[in-house]
């Protein structure tokens, strides 16, 4: 591991500023992400920010009727929270399905949206990969891509996004609010806070340099069936194969209205709310809409049909629920 110096701030515009003072800094919460990266090589800050003393970690409710949960609230706090599970079920049940019972003690609502991919040539030092080192190549894209992208990927990179957490944030239309080194605050839809590849895959999200996620904020509750469905390779402790965070609305023996919003097809979190138009059609006239314009290998064209059968297993759910 590098040389690293260490900082530990009393506010968030403290670290914020903290961060814009120093090159090379990088915030560090639970810490269940980065630190393995930096063991490994592939993250080598030359400053850390820990960001565990600096408040963030209270759920509170909002005027509208929403809630607010602050970026250092861990993983399995948010997903015990009653009313997270009475208002927010897809969310809890999301969590509960990410990582260990350990990580979920330790790691963060703001580092669970930041944490990086899992594609495996990102992790191999040796082989090229243009996240990693921009301009290196795509190993994957030749190599084994069983767990890459399938929509929205580029000629730079095929990796997915590998939050659980983020999917359903995503179908509730969740905001993430920041507060930059100049003390100015952002609110960030969810839509736009994820990037595609594109031409740049190393910038993942529309953070600003030395931004500081401070929470992230629900809107009222979405009634309706919350459904988290994972396909995975075991039956826990893995990433996404591909999962759906849905929300749904019968209608006697039809499903009348839909949110869905998939992991591990894309580099964020996939929604599409021209499919969710196309909900009273069913289950194929939306899966037809989510998978349009899809690329996929030899290797991933699996996630397609599965994602098709998520949609319907989902809407199968809601008509018998
Ligand atoms: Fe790197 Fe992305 Fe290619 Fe994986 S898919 S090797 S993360 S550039």
């Not at 560090?28 to 600096?54: C, F, S």
Request: with cysteine; hydrophobic share 45%; glycine share 8%.
């Amino acid at each position: 591991m590098n040389r690293f110096t260490y900082e530990r701030p009393g506010s968030p515009a403290e670290a914020a500023r903290a961060a814009a003072a120093r090159s090379g800094a990088k915030f560090i919460a639970g810490g269940t992400n980065l630190l393995d990266l930096m063991k490994l090589g592939i993250e080598t800050p030359a400053h850390l920010i820990d960001v565990n003393r600096i408040g963030l970690d209270a759920i509170e409710p909002m005027p509208d009727g929403g809630l607010r949960i602050g970026a250092l609230v861990r993983n399995a706090d948010l997903a015990a929270d009653a009313r997270v599970r009475r208002d927010y079920a897809v969310l809890s049940r999301a969590l509960l399905a990410g990582a260990s019972g350990q990580l979920r003690n330790k790691a963060t609502t703001a580092g669970n949206l930041l944490q990086r991919t899992r594609c495996p040539y990102f992790y191999e030092t040796a082989m090229p990969c243009n996240k990693r080192t921009p301009g290196s190549g795509c190993a994957a894209l030749e190599g084994l891509s069983r767990s890459n992208a399938v929509l929205g990927a580029s000629d730079a990179c095929i990796a997915v996004h590998p939050s659980d957490m983020a999917v359903a944030m995503r179908a509730l239309d969740a905001t993430v609010e920041t507060v930059a080194p100049n003390g100015a605050t952002r609110a960030i839809p969810i839509a736009d806070f994820h990037r595609l590849p594109g031409e740049e895959p190393a910038r993942e999200t529309n953070l600003l340099s030395g931004e500081l996620i401070t929470a992230v904020t629900l809107p009222s509750p979405v009634r309706g069936m919350h459904v988290y469905r994972k396909v995975r390779d075991r039956a826990s402790y893995a990433f996404a194969t591909v999962s759906l965070a849905a929300v749904l609305v019968r209608d006697g023996d039809r499903v009348r209205a839909a949110r869905f919003a998939f992991g591990g097809l894309a580099h964020r979190p996939w929604r599409v709310e021209a499919a969710e138009r196309e909900t009273a059609r069913g289950a194929a006239a939306v899966s037809d809409t989510i998978v349009a314009g899809a690329r996929t290998t030899t290797h991933n064209a699996f996630k397609l049909p599965l994602a098709r059968r998520l949609v319907a297993a989902a809407m199968a759910d809601a008509t018998r629920g």
